[in-house]
């Protein structure tokens, strides 16, 4: 099939590639960028296991073609920590609060968190399971997740109060 | 801190060991994007495969064109029954000890089952080449009632076991059916029901779903036509069976079979079995000599392997007008789909459902379990929990409160009224079990003082009222469930997998420096195994948990296991572990009273230590030890610092819990809302209280789906109604309960550390608790039994038969 050319920032990294019109940009990442962190779990858009952050948005990305993120900034869980190794608070805070547990839906789940937290610094625990009800989890049950970015919030809001001080 | 300034509370808490809320090792690659999943394997010149599947439930194929398909630029071969029949390949054995088609032969028996499997360049390609292969078909009877399946006049389903009169259980009388299972005395309780005072029937179904693992299953196989031998990659959660399996069938012999169960996102029971893809991606790869890969999609993984439960299960009580139990009969009609491909140890071919006398002392019971074909998708697996032993939970846990409602009793006195009492223990049970250990009344009179059950009885009286006057809408339920789960399969005079015993073990080697790393048979799927067996292995030699490396699922290195099923790995692969750190230990002595220059006796081991008794200050630390394992060792020892155990267990262990869930429910919706759920569960030793306490989390959230929306369905014509995510309930965070999670600790006499598992008890314990809450808001008024799944719609059913919809 005939292959079109993309051009995006991936993880802030300008990347230039040749796709079929028709793949998922799932496949795309995964299988032409080797950013196998997001995952499949539904190809149907209902389990966010696939979930990447594209110009400011989550978005699924296994209902994402890769042509649509021509020109776009696309985030994965490979860029949540810094470039110097130190993690997210999200990641720090889903691993001291027990948040994962077969960690299949975790790169999703905190791609999401991550978004979630841009819109609402301070969510409540309510607005926490709303904001993430796009992702599924079989093994959590939800409780430790919602601690989690709860932590993430936390951590994040003291280090900018310090920061404006 | 120099070691020597440390207390031994300190050194203690440097250990990590049994007890500690040890931070998960395996939490740093899954945050990072890290984790090594089957489809994120890529190996050179992989090929996909995926399958044509039958849209019929029942149809006799006339035939195959893959003309069309093969043409397509990209794909490779496209294989159907015809290919894998001289190969003796188009059926597979089954764990119940029956076969199951690999790619259908003359006929499908279910929708969505396996015709032909297509291999192309990328998975792209596979799909379109799917479309374009031809299958004629024509349409046959389809039986999806598992109660008509015995009718004289049903369908021939099998034909393939023409003839066969003697199954795997004993005589088929019908060509329907598979077994007939039973167990207990009949003629005592026949008798037992001629005589009583008061009993209960009732026809109480579980009806069949799905564990549904966010990740799928998949495999990669990969031959290596040159050497002969060949690599599997696979979501499987027994990889050592996988290995066995696969040397039998494919007759490559078993030490050239490579399998590797990576990262696996999830199991549940779902990735117990061996599948159709993943013969037919071993197959492909033999013929094309590249490597295979094949996922399933979620519609497949809904439709096509291994759903779990339909049970249905008529249950009797008998009873003193005072409330005693005194029989238990109960009847089951299995529905197995259109292979038995149930996944229970050999000799027990409706697992353990003779765990169904509950936590109760009932002095004769008698059950007998049929088990029959239908035009359905084969499984039939433990979805978290021990074989069958969640619809045995689920029926005497119903049953019992249905008892109560017709005495006019309060569920819980009634049960606390018929516990094994804690002095009862070892118990044997009328249907054959010995339960090891277990305090019941104490569990449960901590759960009513942590719900303050009497005045939740007392509003629950107060909002009947107000509901009679009109001034609310609302119905409140309390559900209250008391379970014994029977896991740590299993001895292996009784349980085994294909005849091999299903014992576990565990092997470890301590390296100069005293870091180490030790392998086991099981394998996680989000368990963190690899957390906690080092906390069982730092507690027994004195090593830091941090220093103790644990590797699971390449058959090549880890010992012979039977996988992680069942809660099997903490009462046996970790048995295993605290044996294997017994018998370093042991070596660990000799080497120190060596070093010591003192006889074994005259030392005593201190967290991390050996110490001369009286002489404190002479001491050899484990670091210290492990260095002079290799090359200070005293005349006659081995060299080295290794240990391998392979634990047979001597008896089943039986964690036990008590739940109370309150529910409010609104009458002009059936919208069922989940006001509180408390968990009480006690598993024996508590290795890692974090990790229990999430597993727990993880089991009740399980439960919750299972009894307020799950079902996969059928409708008349075959067709599965539920194979996808929009149809079939998986909770999201806006609908899961808050869980309140609560324990008592009674240890396993007969394990090594006292533990018996945890995993699935909120599965077992969780299901009865929904639906007896559900139950319950309606129990003064005129219904017995509400069948699960308690979703709104069916609830509203209830309350519009009821009069209640405003
Ligand atoms: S795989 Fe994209 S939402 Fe499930
Ligand atoms: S941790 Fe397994 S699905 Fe969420």
Redesign the interface.
């Known amino acids: 099939m005939a292959k079109t050319q993309i051009t995006l920032a991936l993880n802030g990294r300008q990347v230039e590639a040749l796709v ?1 019109p ?2 998922l940009l799932i ?1 795309f990442l ?2 032409q960028m ?11 858009s ?2 966010g ?1 696939c979930t990447v952050d594209m110009d400011g948005k989550s978005v699924k990305s296994c209902t994402v073609f890769a042509v649509q993120a021509e020109g776009a900034q696309i985030a ?3 860029g ?2 810094a470039p110097d190794g130190t ?1 997210h608070a999200l ?1 720090e805070g ?3 609060m ?1 948040g ?8 999703g789940m ?1 791609m999401r968190a991550q978004r979630l937290l841009q819109e609402n610094p301070d969510p409540s625990e309510a607005e ?3 904001g ?15 601690k989690a970015i709860r932590y993430a919030a936390d951590k994040m809001n003291a280090a900018q109060k310090e920061a404006a001080e | 801190m120099s070691d020597a300034a440390m207390t031994v509370e300190e050194r203690e808490a440097n250990l990590k060991g049994i007890g500690c809320s040890r ?2 090792t ?10 090594n ?1 089957v ?2 394997l ?1 190996l050179p010149g992989m090929l996909f495969g995926d399958f044509v599947r039958s849209p019929y439930g029942h149809a006799r194929i006339k035939s195959i064109d893959a003309s069309a398909a093969l043409a397509l630029p990209g794909v490779k071969a496209v294989l159907t029954a015809a290919d894998l029949k001289p190969l003796n390949l188009h059926y597979m054995p089954t764990l119940a000890g029956d076969v199951q088609a690999v790619l259908a032969e003359d006929k499908v028996l279910f929708q969505n089952q396996e015709v032909a499997f297509v291999i192309a360049e990328d ?2 390609i596979a799909a379109d080449a799917a479309e374009l292969v031809e299958v004629d078909y024509e349409a046959l009877p389809v039986l999806v009632d598992p109660f008509r399946s015995m009718d004289p006049d049903a369908p021939v389903l099998r034909e393939d076991l023409a003839g066969k009169t003697e199954g795997a259980h004993g005589a088929r009388r019908h060509h329907n059916h598979i077994f007939t299972w039973d167990v207990g005395d009949k003629e005592a309780t026949d008798q037992a029901f001629a005589q009583a005072e008061v009993t209960i029937k009732e026809l109480i179904t579980y009806p069949r779903v799905h564990p ?5 299953c998949a495999c990669v196989a990969s031959m290596d036509k040159i050497r002969g031998e060949l690599t599997v990659y696979g979501t499987f959660q027994a990889p050592h069976v996988v290995r066995t399996v696969a040397s039998l069938l494919s007759t490559i012999p078993e030490h050239k079979i490579h399998v590797i169960a990576p ?4 199991g ?1 029971g779902n990735k117990v079995g061996v599948y159709p893809g993943y013969v037919c991606s071993i197959v492909a790869s033999i013929v094309l000599g590249v490597p295979v890969k094949w ?1 399933e ?2 519609m497949e993984n809904l439709s096509a392997t291994a759903f779990a439960r339909d049970y249905h299960m008529t249950a009797e009580l008998a009873a003193t007008r005072d409330g005693r139990i005194t029989a238990i009969r109960a009847h089951v009609l299995a529905d197995h789909g259109a292979f038995d491909a149930c996944a229970d140890p050999s000799k027990w071919p409706a697992g353990f459902f003779n765990i169904c006398t509950g936590s109760y002392d009932v002095p004769t019971a008698y059950v007998a379990v049929d088990g029959v074909y239908t035009n359905k998708a084969p499984g039939g697996v433990a979805y978290r929990c021990s074989f069958r032993v969640t619809e045995a939970a689920y029926m005497i846990e119903r049953a019992v409160d249905i008892l109560a409602k017709k005495l006019a009793m309060d569920p819980v006195e009634l049960r606390l009224k018929n516990f094994i009492q804690p002095h009862q223990f070892p118990y044997q049970s009328a249907l054959g079990w010995e339960y090891d250990s277990g305090d019941y009344p104490t569990a449960m009179k901590k759960a009513m003082e942590a719900t303050s059950y009497a005045a939740l009885r007392a509003e629950q009286q107060e909002r009947r009222a107000a509901f009679a006057r009109g001034e609310t809408r609302e119905l409140m339920g309390i559900g209250v469930a008391f379970f014994t789960e029977i896991v740590g399969a299993g001895p292996t005079r009784n349980c085994d997998i294909l005849g091999v015993g299903m014992f576990d073990s565990c092997e470890i080697r301590i390296h100069p420096t005293g870091a180490a790393i030790a392998r086991l048979g099981t394998k996680s ?4 195994h690899e957390t906690t067996y080092a906390q069982i292995l730092a507690t027994e030699i004195g090593i830091p948990a941090d220093d103790i490396m644990i590797e699971e699922g390449n058959t090549d290195t880890a010992p012979y296991g039977l996988g992680t099923y069942g809660s099997r790995s903490t009462p046996v692969a970790g048995a295993a572990a605290a044996r294997v750190g017994r018998k370093i230990r042991d070596k660990a002595r000799k080497i120190a009273a060596h070093l010591l220059e003192v006889g074994e006796d005259d030392l005593e081991f201190e967290v991390d230590r050996f110490k001369v008794k009286g002489l404190p200050e002479r001491q050899k630390n484990m670091k210290e030890i492990a260095w002079a394992a290799y090359n200070n060792v005293p005349e006659g020892l081995e060299l080295g610092l290794e240990a391998v155990d392979y634990y047979d267990p001597p008896n089943m262990t039986y964690p036990f819990g008590a739940y109370i869930c309150v529910v409010d429910i609104d009458a002009d919706t059936g919208v069922t809302k989940v006001r509180r759920f408390y968990a009480l569960d006690d598993c024996g030793t508590r290795i890692n209280p ?2 229990i ?3 727990v ?6 439960a919750f789906a299972i009894a307020m929306g799950q079902e996969i369905r059928y409708d008349e014509g075959g067709n599965v109604m539920g194979a ?3 149809d079939y309930f ?1 909770p ?3 609908e ?1 309960p ?2 309140e999670t609560d324990h008592t600790v009674t240890p396993s006499p007969h394990h090594p550390i006292g533990a018996k598992g945890v995993g699935e008890s909120p599965n077992v314990g969780g299901v009865p608790a929904f639906s007896n809450a559900v139950n319950d808001a309606f129990a003064h008024l005129d219904i017995t039994h509400i069948q699960m799944p308690h979703d709104h719609w069916r609830t509203w059913k209830v309350c519009e038969k009821l009069g209640l919809v405003g």
């Open positions: 079929e028709r793949t496949h995964r299988e080797l950013l196998t962190g997001a995952h499949i779990g539904c190809e149907t209902h389990c296991a994965t869980v490979e949540l920590a993690l990641q889903f691993a001291e027990h994962l547990q077969c960690g299949f839906c975790t790169p905190l926490i399971r709303m993430i009800s796009g992702n599924l989890c079989r093994c959590t049950g939800y409780q430790n997740i919602v | 931070k998960r395996e939490d740093a690659r899954f945050i990072q994007g890290k984790g999943y489809d994120d890529k998975r792209y549904a693992p966010m990740e799928t990262d696996i996102g999830g549940f996922v999609d979620r799927q989000g368990q963190a974090m990790v306490e999430g597993q989390h993880g089991g009740l959230t399980e996808s995510f929009m998986v999201t965070a806006v899961t808050v869980w």
